[in-house]
């Protein structure tokens, strides 16, 4: 991804990695769901966020580095496309901006080099999805959980079964090897 935009806007935000969301420093123009793309060291990651008028945006912690420049495009409600440098740096006192709660599991899709994925289906503890038939599944990184193979998952196939207690969230990413 590279952002398309006649402007693009720099952002400078704290990352408390203990915090479940960051505010991103972006204020909505409006209320509805905001389509994202954030792209990270050549992974481009897309997701929705929920946003109230005139209130700060938040994302999840999980989808940012505590030191790093990530290109943001938003897409407003009506179509409207802005663009943002979000430079971060590694704040332990910033304060924890939950992400909206009607939408804990938000969509997520990854372009990759079929090295590692997002999720973009689940239920319950099982996660399913084709890609990762063939592949042996080594890490899933949810938050500031890591789970190494038999540490918090096992997987049959083309399935993903959650075990010790563990739950899906929004912004997961899954390592895996063919």
């Known amino acids: 991804m590279s952002c398309d935009c006649e402007n693009i806007v720099r952002v400078c935000i704290g990352v408390n990695p203990c915090n479940e969301g960051t505010a991103i ?14 792209l990270f060291n050549g992974v481009t990651r897309s997701f929705t966020i929920e946003a109230v008028e005139n209130e700060e945006m938040a994302i999840l912690t999980s989808l940012l580095n505590e030191s790093y420049v990530h290109e943001l495009r938003l897409t407003d409600p009506i179509g409207n496309v802005t663009c943002h440098y979000l430079s971060t740096h590694l704040d332990l006192g910033a304060e924890n901006s939950p992400v909206t709660p009607s939408n804990p599991i938000q969509e997520l899709e990854i372009e990759v080099d079929a090295d590692d994925i997002s999720t973009t289906t689940e239920t319950d503890d099982t996660l399913t999805n084709a890609w990762f038939d063939g592949k042996v599944i080594r890490k899933i990184y949810m938050g500031t959980q890591v789970y190494i193979r038999g540490d918090g998952f096992e997987q049959n196939g083309d399935e993903i079964i959650l075990i010790n207690g563990a739950s899906w969230l929004a912004g997961q990413l899954i390592i895996a090897e063919t």
């Open 25 to 38: 420093g972006i204020t909505a123009a409006q209320t509805g769901t905001y389509g994202a793309s954030l």
